[in-house]
């Protein structure tokens, strides 16, 4: 077995692309997703030189990479159902998480197309060597609903519909891998997220045991006081990752702080204010020194 080296989240950011594979150091490469869409704070995304230079490495030199939410909704955005709406709505919240790539490769041009295309040969989870990795959340239930239909773990083209509409058992499987568990915040409370749309319900850390408060364990919320500082009610659907499973290394969280290995079974690699990557030799407990600032 080579050792692995596993990048998260890039968003189009073509320097944080080139400096963690500089940090692979010759190792195997594995991305988790979200190639495109860039945040605010990036001067000059792109979308377009990103893509093609993963592409190139999955093609071409054997790396590894599963679908981000990101470009699940892409693909979704630039088609549309039987009725001829788009599988997922243009609003002013759609379109500016995706302005990114709408301006560097435009809206159902033949470039987004075969772009979203090639999104679909992206599985959903790998499971290499021992180590798992998927973009959100690890929910085996999820996986063997999808892995039913799907063995290899890759959506077609006939799936599209159903998983824009979030109704099967199938697309919410599909929504729990990619986005991850949600939890109902208590009281009619709410929060802005990083695009300060108001949310009502808040992502959780699915791999520690639920029996903080709202603030110990809520993942992506960029004012953490915003949420009432008492214990977590209503978390019951969430299956914590036990202690005695594989390792499992995800991205999508925009976690703040220094990055931290938390816990030995899983771990989220995606800190925006930071460049980071994981070196992974095939170790059953994750280790905080194998995280490398990049």
Not at 116 to 134: A, K
Not at 145 to 170: C, H, W, Y
Request: hydrophobic content about 40%; some cysteine; charged content about 30%.
């Amino acid at each position: 077995m080579k050792s692995l080296t596993v990048i998260p989240d890039i968003h189009a950011d073509l320097s944080r692309l080139h400096a963690s594979l500089d940090a692979a150091r010759g190792a195997n490469v594995a991305f988790l997703g979200d190639f495109i869409d860039a945040g605010n704070s990036l001067d000059v995304p792109d979308d377009a030189s990103v893509l093609r230079k993963v592409r190139s490495l999955v093609e071409q030199e054997g790396a590894l990479a599963v679908m981000g939410n990101h470009e699940l909704n892409a693909i979704l955005f630039h088609r549309r159902d039987k009725k001829g709406a788009p599988l997922r709505r243009h609003s002013s919240k759609n379109v500016s998480q995706h302005a990114s790539f709408l301006d560097n490769i435009g809206f159902a041009t033949p470039a987004a197309i075969e772009w979203t295309e090639w999104f679909l040969n992206l599985p959903l989870w790998i499971e290499r060597d021992g180590l798992r990795m998927v973009h959100a959340c690890w929910d085996q239930t999820s996986i063997d609903v999808i892995r039913e239909r799907r063995p290899d773990g890759r959506l077609r083209t006939e799936d599209l519909e159903e998983v824009a509409l979030k109704q099967t058992n199938f697309a919410k499987a599909v929504e729990a891998l990619t986005s991850g568990p949600e939890v109902l915040l208590p009281d009619d409370r709410w929060f802005f997220d990083n695009k300060k749309n108001r949310r009502c319900e808040v992502r959780l850390a699915w791999w520690k045991p639920q029996h903080g408060t709202w603030r110990d364990l809520a993942l992506a919320v960029p004012d953490i006081q915003q949420l009432p500082d008492s214990p977590v009610a209503g978390a019951e659907s969430i299956k914590i990752y036990g202690e005695d499973q594989e390792p499992v290394l995800v991205g999508h969280y925009k976690m703040k702080g220094e990055p931290r290995i938390e816990v030995g079974q899983a771990a989220c690699l995606d800190y925006p204010d930071f460049r980071c990557v994981y070196h992974w030799s095939g170790e059953r407990k994750l280790v905080q020194e194998n995280l490398t600032k990049v």
